[in-house]
Nanobody
């Protein structure tokens, strides 16, 4: 079973930075398009950033443009989400999602069949 595994969350002060990681073990990693979503208490899960297979195309939600960067290292079976300039509104559980797909970055959560358990990001004011 495909299981993305997230790490890197934590507690940070406003203005601080974190780097989240998502790994999928196995030989099929290069086939995956990957995205990050987040869900705050009482809110729906929302798109944050996505990167396509090969890493040539990325997409970002407006809330993260200029502050968040998604990358991938296929040699390490890992995708990263660099969060900078964090705000209290960024507090949420961040989820990694994956799909075997060849095309542009996918931003709709319904496109992704594989999900991690999430990692908590808390930004204090």
């Amino acid at each position: 079973q495909v299981q993305p595994i997230e790490s890197g969350g934590g507690l940070v002060q406003a203005g601080g930075s974190l780097t989240l990681s998502c790994v999928i073990h196995g030989d099929t990693w290069p086939s995956y398009a990957v995205a990050w979503f987040r869900q705050a208490p009482g809110k729906e899960r929302e798109f944050v950033a996505a990167i396509n297979r090969g890493g040539h195309n990325t997409a970002y939600a407006d809330s993260g443009k200029g502050r968040f960067t998604i990358t991938r290292d296929d040699a390490k079976n890992t995708a990263f989400l660099r969060l900078t300039g964090l705000k209290p509104d960024d507090t949420a559980v961040y989820y990694c999602a994956a799909k075997v797909y060849w095309g542009p970055a996918l931003i709709n959560l319904r496109d992704y069949p594989y999900w991690g358990q999430g990692t908590q990001v808390t930004v204090s004011s």
